[in-house]
């Protein structure tokens, strides 16, 4: 299985903040890397497919880099909503695997 | 817009087989190139892929839980659904739907899953 692990595991920022994520897959898995956000008592949200695709509706602060095995997800601004747990996940073959999830609490 | 419901019994006991259904709302879910997945997670903890089917019928499923897990395709009631086997406390979590959608660049294709259900808790208990 490909394992997948992000950086931090937790987060505290301001609102304005520039706030960076990353995600480290155990082999490289081209751009088959996506992005989601989950607030509790929710289903996770598609943000960003293909390592940087902003998905239709998310806002365009949210941006993604990276192939092979380094990825980031940027939240250029941090808006009050964006408070949430961030999930990456590889779609390169199966098992598909998620990250363990980087928690974005308020300072 | 397409929209994805969970049902099924909320609790369930120990040994038994864990059945969900996910009902597929505002589009086939037999075309277009999608899979259907399943992916569950305990409380408090992180997201794991259980399995999918594709619209043709084949399925992919987790090695950790393949001898157990059976997905499949009912293309009449628009619905996939999950059976659990022999279940124990550790399959005690929510359980999502999702859509797992293609998008195609030139040659190349990647998957994203666009369209998740609510979730429905399922306890394993006596």
């Known amino acids: 299985d490909i394992q997948m692990t992000q950086s931090p595991s937790s987060l505290s920022a301001s609102v304005g903040d520039r706030v960076t994520i990353t995600c480290r897959a155990s082999q490289s898995i081209s751009s088959h890397l996506n992005w989601y956000q989950q607030k509790a008592g929710k289903a996770p949200k598609l943000l960003i497919y293909a390592a940087s695709s902003l998905q239709s509706g998310v806002p365009s602060r949210f941006s993604g880099s990276g192939s092979g095995t380094d990825f980031t997800l940027t939240i250029s601004s941090l808006q009050p909503e964006d408070f949430a747990t961030y999930y990456c996940?590889?779609?390169?073959?199966?098992?598909?695997?998620f990250g363990q999830g980087t928690r974005l609490e308020i300072k | 817009q397409v929209q994805l419901q969970e049902s099924g019994p909320g609790l369930v006991k120990p040994s038994q087989t864990l059945s969900l259904t996910c009902t597929v709302s505002g589009g086939s879910i037999s075309s277009g190139s999608f899979y259907w997945s399943w992916i569950r997670q305990p409380a408090g903890k992180g997201l794991e892929w259980i399995g999918r089917i594709y619209t043709s019928g084949s399925t992919n499923y987790n090695p950790s839980l393949k001898s157990r897990v059976t997905i499949s395709l009912d293309t009449s009631k628009n619905q996939f659904s999950l059976k659990l086997s022999s279940v124990t406390a550790a399959d005690t979590a929510v359980y999502y739907c999702?859509?797992?959608?293609?998008?195609?660049?030139?040659?190349?294709?990647?998957?994203?899953?666009?369209?998740w259900g609510q979730g429905t808790t399922v306890t394993v208990s006596s």
């Open positions: 999702a859509r797992d959608l293609r998008y195609s660049y030139g040659d190349y294709y990647y998957y994203g899953m666009d369209v």
């Open positions: 996940q590889h779609s390169y073959t199966t098992p598909i695997t």
